[in-house]
């Protein structure tokens, strides 16, 4: 069951059909949450999904969004699973694309991984995605963090200035799986929720 009515925008694993035990207070805490984003879809399930989009963008006109996934019960998933899944569609729907990196290490006591992922310009719309994207393991599910920006088609880079990317990289750096009684996972300052 996901909980996320608290103070700081956090999300909050409960295992339905287990008692509150260890790990019921694993959650996602995003302390850099852009200021004035609102909820603009949801679907929940074995694989919940949230978007966010910036004041005056909505699910049909966004240029910026945030997707947040969270996959229950996939505790033991390889994160670069993910990252292949990711890049192939992408290669499947984009005429040119650009591939990052896979980086893999520990956030927070909790093992995560980064990566970044171009469309120059996609089969559909004729339209470039650029996507930065952060996954964390948790004990009861695994978290991905993704920022997107639809932009133009490009040949070599997106139109994205220097102050946007430096933004989400402190959103995604500063966003961590915690648990307050877990002192090895700690959780950030509290941050104001994003409005739905």
């Known amino acids: 069951?996901?909980?996320f009515r608290q103070i700081i925008f956090s999300l909050v694993l409960a295992a339905s059909a287990a008692p509150r035990g260890a790990w019921a207070e694993e959650r996602l805490a995003m302390p850099q949450f852009p200021t004035g984003?609102?909820?603009a879809f949801s679907r929940g399930g074995i694989q919940e999904m949230i978007e966010y989009v910036p004041p005056g963008q909505t699910a049909s006109t966004w240029q910026r969004k945030i997707i947040l996934e969270i996959y229950h019960d996939f505790e033991n998933l390889p994160l670069d699973t993910l990252q292949r899944r990711a890049a192939s569609q992408n290669r499947d729907?984009?005429?040119g694309v650009v591939e990052g990196k896979f980086q893999s290490g520990v956030n927070?006591?909790?093992?995560?991984a980064f990566w970044?992922?171009?469309?120059?310009r996609e089969k559909t719309s004729g339209l470039g995605e650029t996507r930065y994207t952060k996954v964390i393991q948790g004990r009861s599910g695994l978290y991905m963090l993704t920022q997107v920006w639809r932009t133009p088609a490009y040949e070599t880079v997106p139109n994205i200035s220097t102050q946007e990317i430096e933004g989400v990289m402190a959103f995604l750096t500063s966003s961590v799986l915690c648990?307050?009684?877990v002192r090895t996972s700690a959780c950030p300052d509290e941050a104001p929720a994003p409005r739905k």
């Open 93 to 95: 729907a984009c005429k």
């Open 116 to 120: 970044t992922l171009g469309c120059k």
């Open 1 to 3: 069951m996901l909980i």
């Open 37 to 39: 984003w609102v909820e």
């Open 108 to 112: 927070n006591g909790y093992p995560s």
């Open 179 to 181: 648990d307050p009684d």
